[in-house]
């Protein structure tokens, strides 16, 4: 198992434009976070998915944002329409829950020019 | 609403300095916290993780406690190194229906630490 695994790692993208990233989470873990973090913040909470469901958004999710994770393993995450604000770093975790810790991935940053 | 305050915001240390880094949170009803660090463009490494049952956990020369009732904990790192300047994050959870699954994390805004050979 190599741990959390965010594709890609790096996207310039022109303001207007449809992005998508992917996570492939650590294979047990059923479940999965998005987080965006911007310059120097800490990582905010976007959405959050137990299996294939997603059980809670974050109001930071526009209605330009849009995540899947279709059989429960990997997901993605769309942003439709993008704009200069979206800049930042998008980040994936996977957890065991219970009293287990997150792992993250490396993260994508999105540039939007 | 949950609120988490690192402080302080940067740290220079010289080489072999210990040093503690400081974390607040406002709700104390948390279900674990977690350190974390994180190098300049990248994602972010687990260090320490403590169950709010639990008063401290230590790695290696990193050493995490945690006082829930007056909503802090502390990173104490010993004999520092340059290989430690990045940036270290507090993160907390909250308990989530009955079955005590954490929830999403709560981030401070973190310490960046620098130490110089």
């Known amino acids: 198992d190599t741990g959390v695994s965010q594709n890609p790692r790096h996207k310039i993208t022109k303001r207007g434009q449809n992005v998508t990233f992917r996570c492939d989470p650590i294979?047990?873990?059923?479940?999965l976070y998005w987080y965006r973090q911007t310059l120097g913040q800490g990582p905010e909470f976007l959405t959050y998915?137990?299996?294939?469901?997603?059980?809670?958004k974050s109001r930071l999710l526009s209605d330009r944002f849009s995540a899947e994770r279709p059989k429960g393993s990997f997901s993605t995450l769309e942003i439709q329409r993008t704009e200069q604000g979206d800049s930042a770093m998008y980040l994936c975790?996977?957890?065991?829950?219970?009293?287990?810790?997150?792992?993250f991935g490396s993260g994508t940053r999105l540039t939007v020019v | 609403k949950q609120e988490v305050t690192q402080i302080p915001a940067a740290l220079s240390v010289p080489e072999g300095e210990n040093l503690v880094l400081n974390c607040s949170f406002t709700?104390?009803?948390?279900?674990?916290l977690q350190w974390f660090r994180q190098d300049p463009g990248k994602g972010l490494t687990s260090l320490l993780l403590?169950?709010?049952?639990?008063r401290e956990q230590t790695s290696g020369r990193l050493n995490a406690s945690l006082d829930k009732s007056s909503g802090r904990s502390t990173l104490y790192i010993a004999a520092s190194q340059p290989g430690d300047s990045a940036t270290y994050l507090c993160?907390?959870?909250?308990?989530?229906?009955?079955?005590?699954?954490?929830?999403?994390?709560?981030f401070g805004k973190g310490t960046t630490l620098s130490v110089s050979s």
């Open positions: 975790a996977s957890s065991l829950g219970g009293a287990n810790g997150y792992t």
């Open positions: 294979s047990e873990h059923n479940r």
């Open positions: 998915f137990q299996n294939e469901a997603q059980l809670e």
């Open positions: 709700d104390s009803a948390i279900y674990n």
């Open positions: 403590i169950q709010s049952s639990q």
């Open positions: 993160a907390v959870s909250h308990q989530q229906g009955a079955n005590q699954a954490g929830t999403a994390l709560i």
